[in-house]
């Protein structure tokens, strides 16, 4: 399928009231309180430019990870979608609907990517897989999550985006999914646990974290006494496991520093359904309308599943840690696809 880019211009979907302005304060109190209008400005315009920087390496013709589309929103005209559709998937006429995974990258700040791991979980899995933006920290103080609502909405809405919109007939559960790397994995969480996102139609099925980080309020980045902190839907270490969808996903690099902030929200949702199990090793567990899936890639750091993206700025390696690194990260993907597929999703 040949790559296109596209602005849409109906804006299907409209910013969140109430809920959205509380979220924006709580940010904008957190991060931003006294910083001036020009400072947010100049934050903002340097912000952009990674993301200016990896629209354009997604438009490299060369390159054979690149989206296959990339749209834009009139809604969030700043935030662009890339969307990666199974190298067997039909390029024209075809009406088939196909289970869609959304993915979170993580550092928003970097001019690394994860198109690379999108191409590959498409291409292998025949599904469709969707790469969502959001606002950086500082450059805009809307809440992120509310960004990837949006954006999500208007995908749902978009027609010519072939989203599987037919329920599981055993579970009643949707054929989608939403994953995150590292920060993006606490923002997915986030996104999960909204009003909105839990009463749409086709509200994610599971919820999938890769190496995740949730816990922030030693971060430097904000107060760590703000109230957004006790907010459990922008802190996914405190969320009630009832909020969250039906399965969830922890992968994590066994030596990740950030491995125990997972291991939490997996405690608690084994708590609530009484399993006992150790952290060092891998799991499933189902239950009636959902369950849970722990893994644990032995012997790699946070980010080995993206060595490829970061280039020059990424951690040195010889050929083989290269190739090591790159088994591991096709094997944890394998498995991924199959648990979404023949448990989550029963397709």
């Excluded at 340097?46 to 629209?55: D, G, I, S």
């Excluded at 999914?177 to 993006?184: K, N, R």
């Excluded at 922890?250 to 949702?269: G, K, Q, T, Y």
Aim: net charge negative; charged share 20%.
């Amino acid at each position: 399928m040949s790559m296109s880019t596209h602005s849409d211009e109906k804006g299907h979907s409209s910013r969140a009231g109430g809920d959205h302005r509380k979220a924006t304060n709580s940010l904008a109190q957190a991060y931003c309180s006294s910083a001036s209008s020009n400072v947010g400005l100049a934050w903002q315009a340097v912000t952009a430019l990674p993301n200016w920087y990896r629209n354009l390496k997604a438009t490299n013709p060369q390159s054979a990870d690149r989206p296959d589309e990339i749209k834009t929103y009139r809604s969030r005209p700043s935030l662009s979608v890339r969307i990666f559709y199974p190298a067997s998937y039909p390029q024209h006429g075809s009406s088939q609907k196909l289970p869609t995974l959304f993915t979170v990258h993580d550092n928003g700040h970097s001019s690394a990517d994860n198109n690379e791991w999108n191409r590959y979980f498409a291409n292998t899995h025949g599904c469709l897989v969707i790469s969502l933006d959001y606002a950086k920290s500082l450059g805009d103080p809307l809440a992120p999550a509310y960004d990837l609502q949006t954006l999500f909405s208007e995908l749902c809405a978009d027609e010519s985006i072939p989203i599987n919109d037919r329920l599981s007939d055993e579970w009643d559960t949707s054929r989608t999914a939403i994953l995150g790397f590292g920060t993006g994995a606490n923002l997915a969480l986030t996104f999960s646990q909204l009003e909105g996102i839990r009463r749409h139609s086709l509200c994610p099925a599971a919820a999938v974290s890769i190496n995740g980080r949730f816990e922030y309020s030693d971060s430097g980045y904000a107060d760590p006494n703000s109230e957004i902190f006790r907010d459990p839907p922008f802190n996914a270490s405190i969320a009630a496991p009832e909020n969250l969808p039906p399965y969830v996903c922890c992968i994590v690099a066994r030596v990740d520093n950030w491995s125990h902030e997972a291991w939490n929200l997996v405690e608690r949702i084994s708590k609530q359904h009484v399993l006992q199990r150790e952290r060092e090793t891998s799991f499933e567990e189902m239950w009636d309308g959902g369950g849970l899936k722990w893994q644990t890639v032995p012997g790699l750091s946070n980010g080995f599943d993206h060595r490829r993206s970061l280039g020059e700025n990424g951690p040195s390696v010889d050929e083989n840690s290269f190739r090591s690194t790159e088994s591991h990260t096709r094997e944890y993907v394998d498995d991924l696809g199959r648990w979404l597929k023949q448990v989550v999703w029963r397709t």
